[in-house]
T-cell receptor, first 115, second 115 residues
Framework: AQTVTQSQPEMSVQEAETVTLSCTYD???????LFWYKQPPSRQMILVIR??????QNATENRFSVNFQKAAKSFSLKISDSQLGDAAMYFC????????????FGKGTHLIIQP | EPEVTQTPSHQVTQMGQEVILRCVPI?????FYWYRQILGQKVEFLVS????????KSEIFDDQFSVERPDGSNFTLKIRSTKLEDSAMYFC?????????????FGPGTRLLVL
């Protein structure tokens, strides 16, 4: 079974600075998907960014980018120019390729933005 | 932009009662999911549904749970005899698989409290 580990329960960053959230995972599969979801206090799950394992290029979405290291099974999220609205829980998630497998989530990292 | 909707947003019930949580997935999506998040914990996969049948279910999804797609739009989760430990946020998600559209889009969740 796959596991996802987020070793940082909480991170704090100054507004406008850059922060990196860590995620590692364990799998025996060669093809899969990785995601970062944001959960603000409203508790809605919002997709931040997605990475296909077969793509070597790191995904980017505006201020959000990932550092995907397949051999190391690492998938970190970098948030540049942090904004107050970025404050939330961030969950890393894994999904197998194909089929209807559900997402496997990490325990999350609580990101605090200091003004 | 299309979105997943869920009703009710909050539900309070007595232990032993049956509850039905409702979801309307994005209209052209083919895969449907239920997840659970106990307060302060990670999001956990319950069940996936495709082509009018369960594709996969987790250990959490025992005989007290059932899912149904009673018509072309709704997707429901029934808990037959609620327990205190069923208190959680329940998320519905849907996905449309074509050309790499692997992203699961989440609804806003139903907060269930069992007394």
């Amino acid at each position: 079974a796959q596991t996802v580990t987020q070793s940082q329960p909480e991170m704090s960053v100054q507004e406008a600075e850059t922060v990196t959230l860590s995620c590692t995972y364990d799998t025996s599969e060669s093809d899969y998907y990785l995601f970062w979801y944001k959960q603000p206090p409203s508790r809605q799950m919002i997709l931040v960014i997605r990475q296909e394992a077969y793509k070597q290029q790191n995904a980017t979405e505006n201020r959000f980018s990932v550092n995907f290291q397949k051999a190391a099974k690492s998938f970190s999220l970098k948030i540049s120019d942090s904004q107050l609205g970025d404050a939330a829980m961030y969950f890393c998630a894994y999904r197998s390729l194909g089929g209807a497998d559900g997402l496997t989530f990490g325990k999350g990292t609580h990101l605090i933005i200091q003004p | 932009e299309p979105e997943v909707t869920q009703t009710p947003s909050h539900q309070v019930t007595q232990m032993g009662q049956e509850v039905i949580l409702r979801c309307v997935p994005i209209s052209n999506h083919l895969y449907f999911y239920w997840y659970r998040q106990i307060l302060g914990q990670k999001v956990e996969f319950l069940v996936s549904f495709y082509n009018n049948e369960i594709s996969e279910k987790s250990e959490i999804f025992d005989d007290q749970f059932s899912v149904e797609r009673p018509d072309g739009s709704n997707f429901t989760l029934k808990i037959r005899s609620t327990k205190l430990e069923d208190s959680a946020m329940y998320f519905c998600a849907s996905r449309f698989e074509r050309g790499g559209q692997e992203t699961q889009y989440f609804g806003p969740g139903t907060r269930l409290l069992v007394l």
